[in-house]
């Protein structure tokens, strides 16, 4: 795992140093007044001015006592305390679909495999294909559209409401939730059709075994046959899945978190993106790999723990 | 063998539609100068913001340009990236992952490292901090998905190398003296190009899907170039009063990416091919 968090890291940082345009360059650009002799003052400043190894030896060893750096941008503030304060709005959002996904992708897709080529599988495929092909940020206009002002149930951005500090705690909690509706639903939607693909196939390639049909031959109810021989080991892939959907979660969050105006960090990596604020943008990538690699130890360990054969094997 | 695949394949109707609507899809946008109805470009101060109507189909946008127009052209943007994208990934795939499988042993690993770091990537992270940085045109939009995009057919091609290259013809090949390069390319790589094919048309609609959030998050194809995800911008700036700039582009990505996925599985389905 530390090897690849290291090569991780030298990718971002070559790939992200080596592309043109310097946020030197980038500060002075607009401003008439600047002189060779200021670029060079701003390099010097950011510590942009040594050789490249050298830049990401000294940026490696301060990551090593997890010191991100200093923020490029005129706040000047440490990227740790940047990203700490948005990495909750965003990891909530990611949980919250997460859950959904969960929740309506794995009954959708057990019921479709039991009752193959059932109306409901057919509706529920033609559901899942539409879904799957469904770009997400689209969805999302619509059903602001829709939502936010023909029927002007829920709001159309930010977290909270004007009035949200005069609220009663239960109406935050309240005014929350109404705020992150959309944002959880759309980014759960891509994910939601995929995966109850997934559990469907599984399942229609597990009711195939051979232990199903001792199962069956041994008179036990279908019910039992399965939703409890059958269920458990199709659902043992869907944690690996899981863990591997983290960084498109990750990713998506830039584009839903830009069209709710939700301040989370995808929002932050897009603002420092545009600022070429490297310091943030490498906190970002590493934060977001780091997330990645938990993500995978997460659904390998839940995974030894729901399955005894890779325990022993 | 193209035979019984043909047949199988004609016998999937879902797939064959999708087929035909892709193909006209390419004739629309090849000859989209001359079916378009009116100049994608030309701003009409006269009729801004029209809704649907016969002179104007499917409306105009906010400075009068009309939007099925700029749809049909478009769709060039979208069937471009969707091809050059998934050809760049294919391509290195396909090396990467021959190599790796042919080689084994240290080759094997390294590339199969890199491959598990570029999977550890938020991939969307790494494309917008490249194209941001880059000068924003469709071509280095096209590159960067296809340098970001490549590790699913290296694992692939790995897999097919690592269990063709144990085969009698490889043996018979190496025995008359065929050199490396001429066992991979032209003994073993023809034997692996089934799943390559299903897995670069299922790769497809995700390089369409990344153009169109680019675009639409303004960095991807620029203004006044008409790209389905940066006339999805002008819906959403319009969101509350022209609900057309919204519905259509969208519509017209979901179409194509709906036709690319089941034309996809069509394929694998009459190749008889699983993959993941």
């Known amino acids: ?313 | 063998m193209w035979r019984l695949f043909l047949s199988r394949f004609l016998e999937n109707r879902l797939a064959l539609l999708s087929a035909i609507f892709l193909f006209s899809l390419f004739i629309i946008s090849i000859f989209a100068p001359w079916l378009s109805p009116y100049d994608p470009f030309k701003i009409d101060v006269n009729a801004i913001l029209m809704p649907p109507s016969p002179s104007h189909p499917l409306g105009t946008d906010m400075l009068g340009r009309d939007v099925l127009s700029r749809l049909i052209f478009g769709a060039r943007i979208s069937l471009k990236v969707g091809f050059v994208a998934v050809g760049i990934a294919t391509i290195i795939g396909t090396i990467l992952g021959a190599i790796a499988g042919y080689y084994g042993g240290a080759v094997d690993a390294i590339i199969m490292r890199f491959v598990d770091i570029m999977l550890c990537f938020p991939s969307f992270f790494l494309i917008l901090a490249v194209i941001a940085f880059l000068e924003p045109s469709i071509w280095n939009i096209m590159v960067v998905i296809g340098l970001t995009s490549w590790m699913g057919v290296t694992r692939l091609v790995r897999a097919e190398f690592l269990s063709l290259k144990e085969r009698d013809f490889v043996l018979a090949a190496r025995a008359l003296g065929a050199s490396d390069m001429r066992i991979i390319f032209k003994h073993i790589m023809p034997n692996a190009m089934a799943p390559v094919l299903v897995s670069a048309t299922l790769g497809i609609p995700g390089a369409i899907l990344t153009e169109a959030a680019l675009s639409f998050l303004g960095i991807g194809v620029q203004l006044p170039t008409p790209s389905w995800g940066n006339m999805l911008t002008a819906g959403k700036d319009n969101l509350e009063i022209a609900w057309w700039l919204s519905l259509f582009p969208g519509l017209a990505i979901l179409l194509t990416v709906l036709a690319y996925n089941l034309l996809g599985e069509g394929i694998q389905d009459a190749l008889n091919i699983r993959i993941e």
């Open chain 1, 1 to 313: 795992m530390i090897p690849l968090l290291l090569g991780i890291t030298i990718i971002s940082f070559a790939v992200i140093h080596l592309a043109p345009g310097s946020p030197a360059e980038m500060a002075t650009l607009l401003n008439p007044k600047t002189s060779p002799d200021l670029q060079l003052k701003l390099r010097k400043l950011y510590g942009l001015d040594k050789p490249l190894y050298i830049q990401y030896w000294l940026w490696l060893k301060r990551l090593s006592h997890l010191d991100f750096g200093i923020s490029f941008s005129p706040d000047r503030r440490p990227v740790l305390e940047k990203i700490a304060e948005r990495i909750p709005i965003t990891l909530t959002i990611n949980v919250l679909s997460m859950f959904l996904i969960l929740i309506v992708a794995i009954p959708l897709g057990v019921v479709s495999a039991v009752h193959h080529k059932s109306i409901f599988d057919r509706i529920s495929t033609i559901f899942v294909f539409i879904g799957y092909a469904t770009p997400g940020f689209w969805l999302a206009l619509l059903l602001m559209m829709l939502f936010g002002i023909k029927l002007g149930w829920l709001p159309l951005s930010g977290l909270k409401s004007l009035d949200h500090a005069s609220l009663s705690p239960l109406q935050k909690i309240l005014d929350y939730s109404k705020h992150l509706i959309l944002p959880v639903f759309v980014s759960a939607f891509g994910g939601l059709a995929g995966l109850s693909r997934y559990v469907r196939a599984n399942m229609l390639e597990v009711i195939k075994q051979d232990y199903i049909l001792t199962a069956r031959a041994k008179g036990l109810p279908e019910r039992v046959v399965i939703y409890q021989h059958a269920l458990k080991n199709a659902l043992l892939p869907v944690i690996t899945i899981l863990g591997l959907s983290v960084p498109g979660l990750i990713g998506g969050s830039v584009i839903f978190e830009s069209i709710f105006a939700i301040p989370g960090m995808g929002q932050l990596f897009y603002a420092s993106v545009m600022a070429r604020d490297y310091p943030v943008i490498m906190g970002c990538l590493v934060i977001g790999a780091v997330l990645t690699l938990l993500g995978n130890l997460i659904a390998d360990i839940g995974y030894a723990l729901a399955d005894p054969r890779i325990r022993v094997g």
